[in-house]
């Protein structure tokens, strides 16, 4: 019952190292999201694609990149870690149908040091 | 502004009574939907339940109803006969606008639910 998949569930990095969080849906959805939770800030849109090749900033962009080369496979770089990068990663996916849900991954807890 | 508002961090419940966690949201758009997640301390988003803009009847999904009040923008969540297992972290979201199938979801700041025995 694989949806949503994210490469890891646990990351430490060092402050300056460029970061990949890889994601994977199974479910030819459309678009491909990567939100980032805080405590007390709920979860802040970084970046999310409704096409191969298509990406659009969210609220909270700075400091990251995407890259969607392929319809189920949606990448979140961070190009220089810094410490206020450590954080829960998500990212989700969802069909062109408005009125359905978003799929979630089970997230990645960054650490940057 | 806050899209959306969720102005309980936390609320607590006795098991087996009702809640209502609140939720009012802020748009310009006609046409937009309403989504409720619950993440469990394990970290998973379990959607619950959606409410579209031009819905006559409140939406309702097992124990979870959402209480829709257009002209206050409120979507309030109900959750009837608390279990324990409904402890958990609650989010309030909203997708807005024309061709809202390619907009993101925006989510607001979350309540934490704690059901006592």
């Given at each position: 019952d694989v949806k949503v998949t994210q490469s890891s569930r646990y990351l430490v990095k060092r402050t300056g190292e460029k970061v990949f969080l890889e994601c994977v849906q199974d479910?030819?959805?459309e678009n491909m999201f990567w939100y980032r939770q805080d405590p007390g800030l709920g979860l802040r849109l970084i970046y999310f694609s409704y096409d191969v090749k298509m990406k659009e900033k969210g609220d909270i962009p700075e400091g990251y990149s995407v890259s969607r080369e392929k319809k189920e496979r949606f990448s979140l770089i961070l190009e220089s870690a810094s410490t206020n990068q450590t954080s829960m990663y998500l990212c989700a996916s969802s069909p062109l149908d408005s009125r359905k849900s978003v799929d979630f991954g089970p997230g990645t807890r960054l650490l940057v040091l | 502004a806050q899209k959306i508002t969720q102005t309980q961090p936390g609320m607590f419940v006795q098991e087996k009574e009702a809640v209502t966690l609140d939720c009012t949201y802020d748009t310009s758009d006609q046409s937009y939907g309403l989504f409720w997640y619950k993440q469990p301390s394990s970290g998973e988003m379990i959607f619950l339940i959606y409410q579209g803009s031009y819905d006559e009847q409140n939406a309702t999904e097992g124990r979870y109803s959402l209480n829709f009040q257009k002209a206050r923008k409120s979507a309030n969540l109900v959750i009837s006969?608390?279990?324990?297992?409904?402890s958990a972290m609650y989010f309030c979201a909203m997708r807005e606008g024309?061709?809202?199938?390619r907009r993101a979801l925006t989510f607001g700041s979350g309540t934490r639910l704690q059901v006592q025995p």
């Amino acid at each position: 019952d694989v949806k949503v998949t994210q490469s890891s569930r646990y990351l430490v990095k060092r402050t300056g190292e460029k970061v990949f969080l890889e994601c994977v849906q199974d479910m030819d959805h459309e678009n491909m999201f990567w939100y980032r939770q805080d405590p007390g800030l709920g979860l802040r849109l970084i970046y999310f694609s409704y096409d191969v090749k298509m990406k659009e900033k969210g609220d909270i962009p700075e400091g990251y990149s995407v890259s969607r080369e392929k319809k189920e496979r949606f990448s979140l770089i961070l190009e220089s870690a810094s410490t206020n990068q450590t954080s829960m990663y998500l990212c989700a996916s969802s069909p062109l149908d408005s009125r359905k849900s978003v799929d979630f991954g089970p997230g990645t807890r960054l650490l940057v040091l | 502004a806050q899209k959306i508002t969720q102005t309980q961090p936390g609320m607590f419940v006795q098991e087996k009574e009702a809640v209502t966690l609140d939720c009012t949201y802020d748009t310009s758009d006609q046409s937009y939907g309403l989504f409720w997640y619950k993440q469990p301390s394990s970290g998973e988003m379990i959607f619950l339940i959606y409410q579209g803009s031009y819905d006559e009847q409140n939406a309702t999904e097992g124990r979870y109803s959402l209480n829709f009040q257009k002209a206050r923008k409120s979507a309030n969540l109900v959750i009837s006969a608390s279990q324990l297992g409904d402890s958990a972290m609650y989010f309030c979201a909203m997708r807005e606008g024309l061709r809202a199938g390619r907009r993101a979801l925006t989510f607001g700041s979350g309540t934490r639910l704690q059901v006592q025995p």
